[in-house]
């Protein structure tokens, strides 16, 4: 059971093939693609549309916690993946400190 991306409805089930289907909005899709909901974007700091695989460039310094030293601005960070669930929209991989969920007011598309 997975919910639908279309309606939110957790009465979503496979039908094979790795497709799963809702039987309250017939809505058919591929949990493993990636797929925005409608009608929400993310903009950087400069107001650009983000997508996901996208890369991005942090435009100040941002402390890590746990971490002694910051994200020091001008990293670029490839391939990025949005987040619509969060506050911290951005999910990426940056060198030197791994997973991470950045907010996208601080990068701007490279």
Same mark, same amino acid.
């Given at each position: 059971? #997975?919910?639908?991306?279309?309606? @939110?409805?957790?009465?979503?089930?496979? $039908? /094979?093939?790795?497709?799963?289907?809702?039987?309250?909005?017939?809505? +058919?899709?591929?949990?493993?693609?990636?797929? +925005?909901?409608?009608?929400? =974007?993310?903009?950087?700091?400069? &107001?650009? +549309?983000? @997508?996901?695989?996208? *890369?991005? $460039?942090?435009?100040?310094?941002?402390?890590?916690?746990? *971490?002694? #030293?910051? $994200?020091?601005? /001008?990293?670029?960070?490839?391939?990025? =993946?949005?987040?619509?669930? *969060?506050?911290?929209?951005?999910?990426? #991989? $940056?060198? &030197?400190? &791994?997973?991470?969920?950045? #907010? *996208? +007011?601080?990068? =701007?598309?490279?």
């Amino acid at each position: 059971m #997975k919910p639908c991306p279309n309606c @939110q409805s957790p009465d979503g089930y496979s $039908i /094979g093939n790795e497709l799963y289907f809702c039987p309250d909005c017939g809505h +058919e899709w591929n949990p493993d693609e990636i797929t +925005e909901p409608a009608g929400e =974007r993310i903009l950087d700091a400069n &107001g650009n +549309e983000l @997508q996901t695989g996208d *890369s991005v $460039i942090v435009i100040k310094d941002l402390p890590v916690k746990g *971490s002694p #030293k910051p $994200i020091k601005a /001008g990293t670029k960070v490839k391939n990025i =993946r949005l987040n619509f669930d *969060s506050d911290h929209n951005i999910d990426c #991989k $940056i060198d &030197g400190f &791994g997973s991470m969920a950045l #907010k *996208s +007011e601080f990068v =701007r598309k490279a």
